[in-house]
């Protein structure tokens, strides 16, 4: 698994937080604090990773989290930052929680992401990932209104 171009992989997030809660601040709706981050990374079992653009002086480009306990992982949060979509981040960082989980011992990973993001769909479906469940007025929008929750996993073959 290679990185993509351009991009570099950090292990740690620990001292990315400022800049992870500042992407999730622009393209979230109800948004992780940095506070918030810290928190779940000091819960037993999540860990994360970033991606750096060295393209742009090693700037910020993406972010993901995730839990693993026992057989079961989760992706609590991925973000990629706009100006660095669709150039293979999310889908780097989404094997990479592929890889760590399977290297804690889980069978199995899900995450929920919001029915209408297509794009984001999409990237799941490509990886192997499977609808199974649906959460009804899981988010919430800044402007009051709500939208389901598509529950995808993906089962690793151990």
């Known amino acids: 698994m290679t990185e993509p171009a351009g991009y570099r992989l950090v292990s740690g997030i620990a001292a990315h937080l ?14 992780w604090s940095r506070e918030a981050l810290e ?6 079992g999540t860990d994360g990773a970033a991606i750096m653009s060295e393209a742009d002086g090693s ?3 993406g972010f993901i989290l995730f839990q693993c306990v026992g057989d079961f992982a989760e992706v609590l949060t991925l973000a990629v930052s706009p ?4 150039r293979g981040v999310g889908r780097y960082l989404m094997r990479q929680a592929f890889r760590r989980a399977r290297d804690a011992g889980a069978e199995r990973l ?17 990886l192997g990932m499977t609808a199974f469940d649906r959460r009804r007025s899981y988010y919430k929008a800044a402007d009051g209104s709500h939208a389901d929750a ?7 073959d151990i």
């Open 39 to 44: 928190d779940l990374l000091l819960m037993s």
């Open 83 to 86: 100006d660095h979509r669709r």
């Open 18 to 31: 400022d800049d992870a809660a500042a992407l999730h601040g622009a393209i979230f709706d109800k948004p």
């Open 150 to 156: 598509i529950v995808m996993q993906l089962s690793f």
């Open 59 to 61: 700037a910020f480009a």
């Open 110 to 126: 899900m995450l929920e992401v919001q029915d209408g993001n297509l794009s984001a769909i999409r990237l799941y479906e490509s």
